[in-house]
Each structure stands twice: as structure tokens, then as C-alpha cells.
T-cell receptor, first 115, second 114 residues
Framework: KAGVTQTPRYLIKTRGQQVTLSCSPI?????VSWYQQTPGQGLQFLFE???????NKGNFPGRFSGRQFSNSRSEMNVSTLELGDSALYLC??????????????FGEGSWLTVV | QQQVKQSPQSLIVQKGGISIINCAYE??????FPWYQQFPGKGPALLIA?????SEKKEGRFTISFNKSAKQFSLHIMDSQPGDSATYFC?????????????FGGGTRVLVKP
């Protein structure tokens, strides 16, 4: 069974550009969430989608957005990139948005460097 | 506001020793507490998780102890091995609320010396 797949794994963008990251959840998983990981701020929740609807949103500016498709695949977009957006962006998937047996699995992440 | 505080930030342990990582939370809505292990260049991987109605959970060499009244929980790695060298994150999740919004501690970098 394939894990959470994120593409691209590495990318370099210039300040002011925009970027789109993609996530394919584990087969059968319908909940997808995104996290930003930086050395200074650690792991921070960006947003979560279930059944193509945003269920939760973290404390990030509106430049960060996402969406989920009918096949549960998700994308996140960051517009007007800033140097501080350089981070590892992690996608996580689970069967459903709630429940104790609902293990949350992470992908290997997309490394974004903004220059 | 850091809702989950994790300590220490780093620790060095000899092979065969015990690694202990502590976490404290503030939000009483949290009621599911997973621990994740992350190797360099990889995403976090679930190690073990506990619910607040259980005071201890053991899986192999990994044990979670949970103190609901103190709002603290800890990870013990027994017989630490060099392959356990990684960064460990505690996390908390409000199961009864909508969604899978994990709140993470700051992480502990563990180095096991052979």
C-alpha cells in the first residue's frame, strides 16, 4: 500500500513567485492536512480538507491556500513568496477527520527554498 | 502561544540507556497524544499514541506515561540503540472537536552513542 506521496520533493523559487505543491493521500484516506516545518517555528498546522471542504485553518496569511479534489488528492498554493516561506511542507492523510483509531500518516514533504 | 511544551530540546544517551522526553499541555480539549519520530530528510512517522483514559502504554522499547491531572506525558525509550537517533515530536489532538489539527511540541533531537 503506497504511503502519502508529495510532489515535487525539492524546489527553488524566487521571491514574489508562487508555488503549488501536490499531495496524494493513502488510498482510501479522505482527510488531508498540511503542515509547515521550519527550524525556528517547528511543525505548524496550515489547513485540513475533508470531502473537498476546508475543515480547519491555521494561523497563516491568506497567501497560503489549498484545495482538495474529488479523488482526495490535495494541492496547496503559496503566492507572492517570501524568504520566510522557505520550509519543509508536509502533507498528512487519515481515513476521516476524527476518531481515536484514526492514525495520521505523513508524507516525506516538499522542500521549498525561496531565494 | 505554545500549547504543547516539550523538553529537553536535545539529549545524548549511551547505547543501552534510557531516553526520556517530556511534554506538557495546556488545552484540556486535547485528548489524543501521539508521538512521532522523524529522521533527517523524512516526514514524521507515528511511533506510539495514548488516550487520556490510559496511564501507560508500551510498544516494544517505547513507553508513554500519561498524567492527566498534571497535563503531562512522556516518552521513554528503553535500551536505546544508535538507530533510534532521530528527532522526536510529541503532539496533541482534540479528538472530540472537528478535524485532525495536530499541535506539536518543539521536538527533541536524540543522539544515541554506540
Amino acid at each position: 500500500k503506497a504511503g502519502v506521496t508529495q510532489t515535487p520533493r525539492y524546489l527553488i523559487k524566487t521571491r514574489g513567485q508562487q508555488v503549488t505543491l501536490s499531495c496524494s493521500p493513502i488510498s482510501g484516506h479522505r482527510s488531508v492536512s498540511w503542515y509547515q516545518q521550519t527550524p525556528g517555528q517547528g511543525l505548524q498546522f496550515l489547513f485540513e480538507y475533508f470531502s473537498e471542504t476546508q475543515r480547519n485553518k491555521g494561523n497563516f496569511p491568506g497567501r497560503f491556500s489549498g484545495r482538495q479534489f474529488s479523488n482526495s488528492r490535495s494541492e496547496m498554493n503559496v503566492s507572492t513568496l517570501e524568504l520566510g516561506d522557505s520550509a519543509l511542507y508536509l502533507c498528512a492523510s487519515s481515513l476521516a477527520p476524527r476518531g481515536y483509531g484514526n492514525t495520521i500518516y505523513f508524507g516525506e514533504g516538499s522542500w521549498l527554498t525561496v531565494v | 502561544q505554545q500549547q504543547v511544551k516539550q523538553s529537553p530540546q536535545s539529549l545524548i544517551v549511551q547505547k543501552g540507556g534510557i531516553s526520556i522526553i517530556n511534554c506538557a499541555y495546556e488545552n484540556t480539549a486535547f485528548d489524543y497524544f501521539p508521538w512521532y519520530q522523524q529522521f533527517p530528510g523524512k516526514g514524521p512517522a507515528l511511533l506510539i499514541a495514548i488516550r487520556p483514559d490510559v496511564s501507560e502504554k508500551k510498544e516494544g522499547r517505547f513507553t508513554i506515561s500519561f498524567n492527566k491531572s498534571a497535563k503531562q506525558f512522556s516518552l521513554h525509550i528503553m535500551d536505546s540503540q544508535p538507530g533510534d537517533s532521530a528527532t522526536y515530536f510529541c503532539a496533541a489532538l482534540p479528538i472530540k472537536a472537528a478535524g485532525n489539527k495536530l499541535t506539536f511540541g518543539g521536538g527533541t533531537r536524540v543522539l544515541v552513542k554506540p
